[in-house]
């Protein structure tokens, strides 16, 4: 099973941007869905985006055109992009995997992001 660690969150101004990388390891992502989700105070925990093993990605309609997800397989990491952020978009941010082959799905720990001025 994969094992994912979360990095790049912060204090961010309205307007500003961010870049995630979730880190990976114990299993290769190119054998893995991978998607970040994010969980507001007192709100369930929502899909922000995802990207399959092909590259085909898809994103939750509050962030097309501002948030972009990547992979980079040479180093096992997948990246959330956050452009324009908005008070909206405060909230821990949490990276999955789902195993193509297995279905096994793992969760990172989480990084807090927080838009304010």
């Known amino acids: 099973q994969v094992q994912l660690v979360e990095s790049g969150g912060g204090l961010v101004l309205p307007g500003g941007s961010l870049r995630l990388s979730c880190a990976a390891s114990?299993?290769?992502?190119?054998?893995?869905?991978m998607a970040w989700y994010r969980q507001a105070p007192g709100k369930k925990r929502e899909l922000v985006a995802s990207?399959?093993?092909?590259?085909?990605?898809n994103y939750n309609d509050s962030v097309k055109g501002r948030f972009t997800i990547s992979r980079d397989n040479a180093k096992n990491t997948v990246y959330l992009q956050m452009m324009s952020l908005q008070a909206e978009d405060t909230a821990v941010y949490f990276c999955?995997?789902?195993?193509?082959?297995?279905?096994?799905?793992?969760w990172g720990q989480g990084t807090q992001v927080t838009v304010s001025s």
């Open positions: 990207i399959t093993t092909n590259d085909v990605t």
């Open positions: 999955l995997a789902r195993n193509v082959y297995s279905d096994f799905i793992s």
């Open positions: 114990g299993s290769h992502i190119r054998e893995n869905v």
